[in-house]
């Protein structure tokens, strides 16, 4: 397929805003190929700062990488708009040092804003005591997995102040952590709570009851229905749109920053409906739990169970 002169800009517009760039299949969060998932672990491993663009979200641009590049394999990583190669050369380079000089992985990041909130602030106070004044430690991992306990401090730290306390983190981490913020909830089931927008979009659980709330307050939600016509002749949510194949073109034209929700049976196959929108790009993205049937129990019991 001839790479058209608009997605030509497209991926060249793209490679001129950010030094590093990572065409690769799925999302960041998501990697949908064991090749690309290698060197988003690579790239996280070093703590670089990179840019990720998912070549499923359209078969254009799927094809048109290919024939830009001039290189018939996904994912490329490009640096200063040049292209570096594919798995195997980005792992290569890892293995030697390359690739970590490449990249500016070794330089020290800016450090982040964070935040502590009042409730937080007092529970790390009441645990420091404990620590032999050693800085709270925050870590956060490419899944986006978080730790934080009192510990020594380490070569290379970004080191920043934080609701009274001396936060200290990995280069890795700071370059994840801007924005955050870190509040404490009591209670049976409470803990710390972390809030970070840098975080990839991920699907979202939604009760029966909380959907009818969001439609009773007149919320405006795109609601999908995976099944197929029997089970829809058997039962069906009013507000539900089927995912046939005029639902599936009336999903994708919508913005990708809409709130969705999928329901099937039980849960499971709307599921799959919702991580699959995440890897197009969606980032508001939620699953019926317990689907129709959950709705039929606890929602309205005029909807015929099955």
């Known amino acids: 397929m001839a790479l058209s002169d608009a ?18 299949k799925g999302p960041r969060g998501a990697p949908a190929c064991g090749f690309s998932a290698t060197v988003v672990q690579i790239l996280d491993g070093l703590g670089a700062d990179y840019e990720t663009v998912n070549v499923l979200s359209s078969p254009e641009l799927r094809d048109g990488i290919k024939e830009f590049s001039q290189w018939p394999t996904i994912p490329q990583l490009f640096v200063d708009k040049t292209l570096v190669g594919g798995c195997d050369i980005v792992r290569e380079m890892a293995g030697s040092g390359e690739l970590q000089k490449l990249v500016g992985a070794g330089d020290a990041p800016k450090a982040p804003s964070i935040t ?158 919702a991580e699959r929108a995440i890897l197009e790009g969606f980032t508001d993205v939620s699953n019926l739990e317990g689907g129709i049937d959950a709705w039929s129990q606890t929602v309205d019991p005029d909807v015929s169970r099955y």
């Open 7 to 24: 997605l030509r800009k497209q991926i060249s517009d793209t490679l001129a805003r950010n030094r590093v760039v990572l065409f690769m």
């Open 116 to 273: 502590i909130t009042e409730g937080a602030a007092k529970a790390f106070a009441s645990a420091a005591g404990e620590s032999d004044g050693q800085p709270l430690r925050l870590q956060i991992d490419g899944q986006y997995r978080y730790e934080l306990f009192f510990g020594p401090s380490e070569p290379g730290d970004v080191v920043v102040q934080a609701g009274g306390q001396t936060v200290a983190l990995d280069r890795a981490s700071a370059r994840r952590a801007d924005g955050l913020s870190i509040d404490y909830v009591g209670g049976n089931g409470g803990g710390f709570k972390i809030t970070n927008p840098n975080e990839p979009a991920r699907v979202k659980s939604l009760s029966a009851r909380e959907l009818k709330n969001l439609l009773d307050q007149g919320e405006k939600i795109e609601l999908f229905d995976v099944r197929g016509d029997r089970e829809r002749d058997v039962a069906k949510i009013e507000a539900a749109r089927q995912l046939d194949e005029e639902g599936q073109e009336y999903l994708l034209s919508l913005p990708k920053n809409a709130r969705i929700v999928f329901h099937c049976h039980h849960g499971m196959r709307s599921r799959a409906a």
